[in-house]
């Protein structure tokens, strides 16, 4: 089976800085999909950022020049470097993939289980 763990998340100031970490595991064939969404208090979970073979998108406007999305050596990881934090982006920051289990499965979606980022003004 795959799963994804994420850390990372706390309590920091505005403007500083967080990395989030997201580890994939288990029997992967191929991760065609990795990213970052976050959902705020009362609102809806939105794309932060994701990274393809194509390349790596901030899919968000509020956080391009600020967030900088990357992937691992082997591949099988995915951070989120979020500098210059505001109070706006406080939210539950969830890891995401579409991943090709190592079998003969279907192409599958992954979640992970959230981490807390709060930042205070």
């Known amino acids: 089976q795959v799963q994804l763990v994420e850390s990372g998340g706390g309590l920091v100031q505005a403007g500083g800085s967080l990395r989030l970490s997201c580890a994939a595991a288990?029997?992967?064939?191929?991760?065609?999909?990795m990213g970052w969404y976050r959902q705020a208090p009362g609102k809806q979970r939105e794309l932060v950022a994701h990274?393809?073979?194509?390349?790596?998108?901030n899919d968000a406007d509020s956080v391009k020049g600020r967030f900088t999305i990357s992937r691992g050596n082997a591949g099988n990881t995915v951070y989120l470097q979020m500098n210059s934090l505001k109070p706006e982006d406080t939210a539950d920051y969830y890891c995401?993939?579409?991943?090709?289990?190592?079998?003969?499965?279907?192409?599958?979606?992954?979640w992970g289980q959230g981490t807390q980022v709060t930042v205070s003004s």
């Open positions: 995401h993939a579409l991943i090709v289990p190592y079998s003969h499965s279907p192409l599958m979606t992954y």
């Open positions: 288990g029997n992967i064939f191929r991760i065609n999909v």
């Open positions: 990274s393809t073979d194509s390349g790596t998108t």
